[in-house]
């Protein structure tokens, strides 16, 4: 997935030590016996962006890693894994469809009107490709049996662009609020269970701070569970963000690993303040959020990325989903 280190000079290796996960495009095997709910009966992923669109009309990579003045709402149309006898590929984007910016959220809403949504929402250094690659593994990883979304805003995609990306993050913010709330007011929906990652927790964090203050709790009802995967949020900053969410909170999930080596150089970046991510199990719990502890799991050089590459941390998130849904 990485580089080796020896091309990289130190401050190449502290920046890629940053990095989120690019996503792995391993094959899926084995056909599952009958349709199921989700990709399979259903290879749509609905997007919501706040990156430029490529092209008009829309043309490969989709979108880039500039930002779009206006929220922009889309449905990737998926390819499956090829099942052939040669062998098999992962999933593919085939086309890019309904392009919109005209009431954007409200476009995605009514594309996932009456059924749950997972929704993603990427960390640092992630393309739209591998953003869409990291959620189509994701939703299949756990079986998710409703709609699968996407909310990628406009990471520059470079190994160097940690405090670019952290920027571009912060003001996406009161587009993905936008998005939140107009989900939450569509009649007859489902919920919405919200998988976030690295320096994406950050942004989704902000965006439900501000959802509920904007909307109340009537606004936070429909959302589900809540999981922040290796969060990149100054352990304060996150303490501060879960008092203002009140018993919302509790819908929290965290998964950290106090091995994180991404989280160990931005915690030294930020001047040595702990990340929520890396820190301990008992301060987390005393916040009142879940706390999945995946240290013993991580045996790679950065452990970052393991709710995607690991997978019993995987069903951390499945799990959360299933208990909201009850």
């Known amino acids: 997935m990485f580089s080796p280190i020896a091309r990289f000079p130190v401050i190449g290796i502290v920046a890629l030590a940053l990095s989120g996960c690019l996503g792995d495009e391993s094959a899926l095997t084995s056909a599952p016996l009958a349709p ?91 393309s739209f490709d591998t953003a869409a690659t990291s959620t189509i593994q994701l939703s299949e990883g756990i079986r998710f049996p409703g709609v699968t979304g996407l909310f990628t805003w406009p990471s520059a995609g470079s190994t160097f662009s940690y405090v670019a990306d952290r920027e571009a993050a912060m003001w996406s913010r009161d587009s993905l609020e936008d998005l939140l709330a107009a989900i939450a007011k569509t009649p007859s929906g489902g919920k919405i269970h919200i998988v976030a990652h690295s320096m994406g927790t950050l942004l989704t964090l902000e965006a439900l701070r501000m959802l509920r203050t904007d909307g ?99 069903q951390v998130v499945k799990r959360a989903i299933e208990r909201a849904r009850m």
């Not at 499956?80 to 409200?106: C, D, F, M, Q």
């Not at 301990?280 to 005393?286: I, K, M, N, P, V």
């Open 36 to 126: 199921r709910p989700g990709l399979s009966a259903d290879p749509r992923l609905l997007v919501a962006t706040t990156r430029l669109p490529v092209g008009d009309p829309i043309q490969k990579p989709w979108f880039s890693g500039e930002r779009s003045a206006d929220l922009v709402f889309a449905e990737a149309r998926l390819t499956p894994p090829s099942r052939s006898l040669i062998g098999s590929g992962g999933w593919s984007i085939a086309s890019v469809e309904n392009v919109t910016r005209n009431n954007a959220a409200g476009a995605f809403a009514q594309a996932a009107l009456g059924r749950d949504l997972l929704l993603y929402i990427h960390g640092y250094r992630e």
């Open 216 to 314: 109340g709790t009537n606004a936070m009802e429909r959302i589900g569970a809540i999981v922040m995967a290796a969060p990149d949020i100054d352990i304060d900053l996150f303490a501060r963000g879960l008092e203002r969410l009140g018993p919302d909170a509790k819908k929290i999930t965290v998964i950290s690993s106090t091995n994180d080596r991404a989280l160990a150089v931005s915690s030294r970046l930020a001047g040595g303040i702990v990340r929520a991510g890396a820190a301990d199990r008992e301060r987390l719990e005393a916040l009142g959020v879940r706390v999945a502890d995946a240290s013993e799991f991580g045996s790679g050089i950065i452990n970052h990325d393991l709710f995607l590459s690991n997978k019993e941390v995987e």
